[in-house]
């Protein structure tokens, strides 16, 4: 009897929880999973190679039997390569997403914790980095240095991480001064394990929270510099790609452009506001 009536309250309030979740961060939350669903099973869900041509076929219209995204110019299956292409543009937009987070929160606990010349440098980097034009930046490296997938990650992780660093920051210098981070320092205890057992855990909740608000920019930044042919080359796909390929036959085979734009504003949009749900639920200042 004690069991039902704890359990009963909690289904209440799980319930309860549930039906607060706008219907709108529901949608977002299922399109999200969704494509996630679809980068991890991509081999077993694309119906054909990305590389293989069916000249015969080209330029199939949307609902074309066994193409039912219609081909493209090439009369390649556009479905198959849309798959691929949500595979690579999640892969990179992760990677540098958490690359970017990395990076600057470690920034932002070495100026929380020794002050002075290493704050005001790394305070000094961040100024520069939200002052450089990133997009024109990345295409100067792009161009000189080549494309690959490795370098297109690791110069996306750097957009962004000025922000972690800001935060991370300012978020410790709070934390260490509060009861518990001090009594753990008293206790002994080294300074990264303080960091990343008693300080990291307790802001982990809002470098989330502007993880999923850089992770659509970095989606977008990732389909510019592929638009302009200098993002991730042929034969691999990406959304950007696709569409920088399908620009060139908007008037006589539109499908070959909308349906990776379509995706690439339905995931930016729906990380956004799953972001902004997620701020808004772990800000207490809000509640």
């Given at each position: 009897?004690?069991?039902?009536?704890?359990?009963?309250?909690?289904?209440?309030?799980l319930t309860r929880t549930r039906l607060r979740m706008p219907w709108l961060v529901v949608l977002a939350l299922t399109w999200i999973v969704l494509m996630v669903l679809t980068a991890i099973f991509?081999?077993?869900?694309?119906?054909?190679?990305?590389?293989?041509?069916?000249?015969?076929?080209?330029?199939?219209?949307?609902?074309?039997?066994?193409?039912?995204?219609?081909?493209?110019?090439?009369?390649?299956?556009?479905?198959?390569?849309?798959?691929?292409?949500?595979?690579?543009?999640?892969?990179?937009?992760?990677?540098?997403?958490?690359?970017?987070?990395?990076?600057?929160?470690?920034?932002?606990?070495?100026?929380?914790?020794?002050?002075?010349?290493?704050?005001?440098?790394?305070?000094?980097?961040?100024?520069?980095?939200?002052?450089?034009?990133?997009?024109?930046?990345?295409?100067?490296?792009?161009?000189?240095?080549?494309?690959?997938?490795?370098?297109?990650?690791?110069?996306?992780?750097?957009?962004?991480?000025?922000?972690?660093?800001?935060?991370?920051?300012?978020?410790?210098?709070?934390?260490?001064?509060?009861?518990?981070?001090?009594?753990?320092?008293?206790?002994?205890?080294?300074?990264?394990?303080?960091?990343?057992?008693?300080?990291?855990?307790?802001?982990?909740?809002?470098?989330?929270?502007?993880?999923?608000?850089?992770?659509?920019?970095?989606?977008?930044?990732?389909?510019?510099?592929?638009?302009?042919?200098?993002?991730?080359?042929?034969?691999?796909?990406?959304?950007?790609?696709?569409?920088?390929?399908?620009?060139?036959?908007?008037?006589?085979?539109?499908?070959?452009?909308?349906?990776?734009?379509?995706?690439?504003?339905?995931?930016?949009?729906?990380?956004?506001?799953?972001?902004?749900?997620?701020?808004?639920?772990?800000?207490?200042?809000?509640?």
């Amino acid at each position: 009897m004690a069991d039902t009536a704890i359990a009963a309250p909690a289904a209440g309030l799980l319930t309860r929880t549930r039906l607060r979740m706008p219907w709108l961060v529901v949608l977002a939350l299922t399109w999200i999973v969704l494509m996630v669903l679809t980068a991890i099973f991509a081999d077993w869900l694309r119906p054909y190679e990305i590389t293989k041509m069916d000249l015969s076929a080209r330029l199939a219209p949307i609902g074309t039997p066994g193409h039912w995204l219609g081909t493209d110019e090439l009369g390649r299956d556009v479905l198959s390569r849309l798959i691929q292409s949500v595979r690579v543009s999640l892969v990179i937009a992760f990677g540098a997403t958490v690359l970017s987070a990395v990076f600057g929160t470690t920034l932002g606990f070495l100026a929380a914790q020794f002050r002075g010349w290493v704050e005001h440098l790394v305070m000094a980097l961040a100024d520069f980095q939200a002052a450089l034009p990133f997009m024109i930046m990345s295409l100067a490296v792009l161009a000189f240095f080549g494309s690959s997938m490795v370098l297109l990650v690791c110069l996306m992780g750097f957009y962004g991480w000025e922000r972690y660093a800001r935060i991370a920051r300012g978020l410790a210098i709070s934390a260490s001064a509060q009861g518990y981070a001090a009594a753990v320092v008293q206790l002994g205890a080294k300074p990264s394990r303080v960091y990343l057992r008693h300080i990291l855990p307790n802001v982990a909740s809002t470098l989330i929270v502007s993880m999923t608000l850089t992770f659509p920019e970095i989606i977008l930044m990732e389909s510019g510099l592929s638009f302009l042919g200098l993002g991730v080359q042929p034969p691999e796909s990406s959304l950007g790609n696709m569409v920088g390929f399908g620009r060139e036959y908007l008037t006589r085979a539109p499908w070959i452009m909308l349906a990776p734009s379509a995706v690439i504003v339905m995931t930016t949009l729906s990380i956004s506001l799953l972001g902004d749900w997620l701020r808004d639920r772990l800000d207490p200042t809000i509640r």
